[in-house]
């Protein structure tokens, strides 16, 4: 077991709650922290107060402002200003209380370039955002630069880890707040409970994404807690398999799963974002050479499984 003290931050969101369960059953002491229940990132008192009565070693950063494509351009302002002020108050505060502490933080590859179809971590700041996740990825990239900041002047150490769109349990039941993925299947499955015959479904369809079962994220935290010195973590690195779906892709592989066969109502009105989110894992398979991901199709049927579990919603 690590002597570390280990602070998880948005331990009550969809990725922390997920990292949270693993810690659990990893057996690692761990404090955790959310708005929920009662700190508040964006407040600099609030957040010195946590930090120096914590004095962590390793931070795991799952705090975010963050929803669907629609959300962060309808709140693009508060998104932009919540996320700012939590990552500056994240690094202010733990200079003050224990500059030798680590930063593990999950970068979204919405902060990769617009016009990039498959996402090189060399290349991730050559060109603009994609004006959807502007207000966001923006965030993404400031992470980094505060990271670097305060490397070069207190010598704290980040661990960024860019990641593709992630599904699986514990996401919001809010089609505007859910992850792409999650929020499809959630209307699957909420269209079976209520014996509907049409699924709206938000763009074209045609974007391509990859994605990340959120079992696997918190997985590779884990491994990067015991081995926080593994080489190759010194850069940002892709948490990538280098292989992507359509969103109508996406509605086929989850529509197998019902006898039901529903008429899809296409929302053109809705943004699909960048056309294509493909992440190289070229240095991926280098750091971390024997992990497995989860087969897609059972972390589809896993996800489908929660989401009925916790129906009515």
């Known amino acids: 077991m690590t002597k570390e003290k280990i602070l998880l931050l948005g ?3 969809f990725v922390g709650n997920n990292v949270s369960k693993l810690l659990i059953k990893e057996d690692l002491s761990f404090e955790i922290t959310s708005k929920t229940n009662g700190t508040d990132l964006c407040n600099l008192e609030q957040t010195l107060l946590l930090f120096s009565s914590i004095k962590p070693d390793i931070i795991i950063n799952c705090a975010a402002h963050v929803g669907s494509l629609n959300y962060v351009t309808e709140n693009a302002a508060k ?3 919540d996320n700012s002020m939590m990552i500056l108050n994240m690094y202010e505060a733990i200079s003050k209380v224990n500059t030798e502490a680590i930063i593990i933080n999950p970068i979204a590859n919405c902060a990769y370039p617009s ?3 498959t996402f090189i971590e060399d290349h991730w700041w050559d060109g603009h955002l994609h004006r959807s996740v502007l207000s966001y990825g923006a965030t993404r990239r400031f992470l980094w630069t505060v990271g670097e900041s305060y490397s070069m002047q207190y010598n704290i150490r980040s661990i960024n880890l860019l990641v593709p769109n992630m599904y699986g349990p514990f996401d919001s039941t809010n089609p505007n707040k859910a992850h792409a993925l999650n929020a499809l299947i959630s209307k699957f499955v909420k269209a079976e409970k209520l014996a509907q015959n049409e699924i709206e479904i938000w763009g074209t369809g045609v ?3 990859e994605w990340l079962y959120v079992e696997d994220f918190a997985k590779i935290i884990i491994n990067i807690i015991k081995n926080p010195n593994i ?4 850069e940002p690195i892709n948490i990538a398999q280098n292989f992507g779906l359509s969103v109508k892709e996406l509605v086929f592989i989850i529509s197998n799963y019902y006898k039901n066969k529903f008429q899809l109502n296409w929302n ?3 943004p699909d974002g960048a056309p294509k989110k493909v992440m190289d894992d070229t240095k991926f398979k280098k750091v ?3 992990f497995q991901f ?6 589809i049927k896993n996800t489908i499984d929660y989401y009925q579990s916790i129906y009515p919603y």
Request: without cysteine; glycine residues 10%.
């Open 115 to 117: 016009k990039a179809d």
């Open 288 to 290: 971390f050479k024997d």
């Open 207 to 209: 974007a391509i994404r």
């Open 268 to 270: 053109h009105n809705m």
């Open 294 to 299: 989860t087969d897609f199709k059972l972390g």
């Open 231 to 234: 080489i190759g973590l010194s």
């Open 11 to 13: 331990a009550t969101g």
């Open 79 to 81: 998104v932009m200003l």
